[in-house]
Nanobody
């Protein structure tokens, strides 16, 4: 049974940084594109970033481009999301999800992402 587990969330001040990890078990992540998503209270889920199975292609949501960086270490079966210059608007539960091979044109909406983690809370506040 495939399982994705997010970690690395927490409380950080505006302007600070966090690195989230998405670790897989029961599945080899090198076969999957991984997307990061977030959902704040009362708001719809939104795509944050996505990386293809080989790492050759990445995508970012407009609100995080230039501040967040997605990467992967297939040897460790883990995908990372480095988040810099965090803003209060980044406060949300962050999820990772897996889809075969490529991010897909619908990555932002999480289309055809079959495996989802339980999420990790990120709170940006002074």
């Amino acid at each position: 049974q495939a399982q994705l587990v997010e970690s690395g969330g927490g409380l950080v001040q505006p302007g600070g940084s966090l690195r989230l990890s998405c670790e897989a078990s029961g599945v080899s992540l090198d076969l999957y594109a991984i997307g990061w998503y977030r959902q704040a209270p009362g708001k719809a889920r939104e795509g944050v970033s996505c990386i293809s199975s080989t790492g050759s292609s990445t995508n970012y949501g407009y609100s995080v481009e230039g501040r967040f960086t997605i990467s992967r270490d297939n040897a460790k079966n883990t995908v990372y999301l480095q988040m810099n210059s965090l803003e209060p608007e980044d406060t949300a539960v962050y999820y990772c999800a897996a889809r075969p091979q490529v991010c897909g044109s619908g990555w932002y909406n999480g289309l055809e992402y079959y495996y989802w983690g339980q999420g990790t809370q990120v709170t940006v506040s002074s």
